[in-house]
């Protein structure tokens, strides 16, 4: 286990989630923007968002940030049911050590606590293949795949995979 602590994320962790997507970004990549693509007022909005509407959580070791998570509801009543536009980053120093999971299962608990929540949707590119695993071994399924929708700032083209979890 990693010896991280969970609590709720507020809009002053915005400069550390920001940070914490920077050194996701620069080591390994994974999340759709890339650091020249990053700044503080996206974060700021997405986490107003998810506090308003969905989940925000992070993980934190003496003091610095491990990991964080946030999910939110679209919009229209009638996808009331969903968590959707799901983040989740890990510090590329506390990955492999089950932080991710323990995000994944904290979002999970908080979201059965909110009215109609049944699922919980995410998207990921295919070759993201550590996390397509980790996301298949919590419970999502692949629904469907935009095909040839990712194009990596190698030229890699990939599919983008439709995932969601049934609560
Ligand atoms: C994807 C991501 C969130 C996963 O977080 P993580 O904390 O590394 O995930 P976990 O440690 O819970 O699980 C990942 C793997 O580590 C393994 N693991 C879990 N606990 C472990 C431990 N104590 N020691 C070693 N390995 C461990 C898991 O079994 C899992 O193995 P797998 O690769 O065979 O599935 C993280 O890698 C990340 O932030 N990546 C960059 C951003 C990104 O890709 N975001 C997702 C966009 S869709």
């Known amino acids: 286990m990693s010896g991280v602590s969970i609590r709720p994320s507020t809009l002053a962790d915005a400069p550390a989630i920001l940070a914490l997507h920077l050194a996701a970004a620069s080591r390994g990549g994974g999340l ?12 700021q909005a997405v986490l107003a968002k998810a ?3 969905g989940v925000a959580l992070s993980a934190w070791s003496d003091g610095a940030i491990a990991g964080e998570i946030h999910a939110s509801r679209l919009g229209p009543r009638q996808f009331d049911n969903s ?16 932080v991710g ?8 608990a908080k979201a059965r606590t909110l009215a ?38 190698n030229g890699t083209v990939e ?9």
Do not use: W
């Open 159 to 167: 599919d983008d995979l439709a995932m969601a979890k049934f609560l």
């Open 83 to 98: 968590l959707t536009e799901l983040t989740v980053a890990v510090h590329p120093d506390f990955q492999g050590q089950g």
């Open 116 to 153: 109609g929540i049944t699922r919980v949707e995410l998207m990921c590119r295919e070759g993201n293949t550590r996390a397509v695993r980790l996301y298949q071994r919590l419970g999502f399924v692949i629904e469907g795949r935009f095909i040839r929708r990712v194009v990596l700032a």
């Open 101 to 108: 999971a323990q995000l994944f299962e904290a979002l999970f």
């Open 51 to 53: 506090l308003a509407s």
């Open 32 to 43: 759709a923007r890339e650091p020249d693509e990053m700044s503080l007022e996206p974060i």
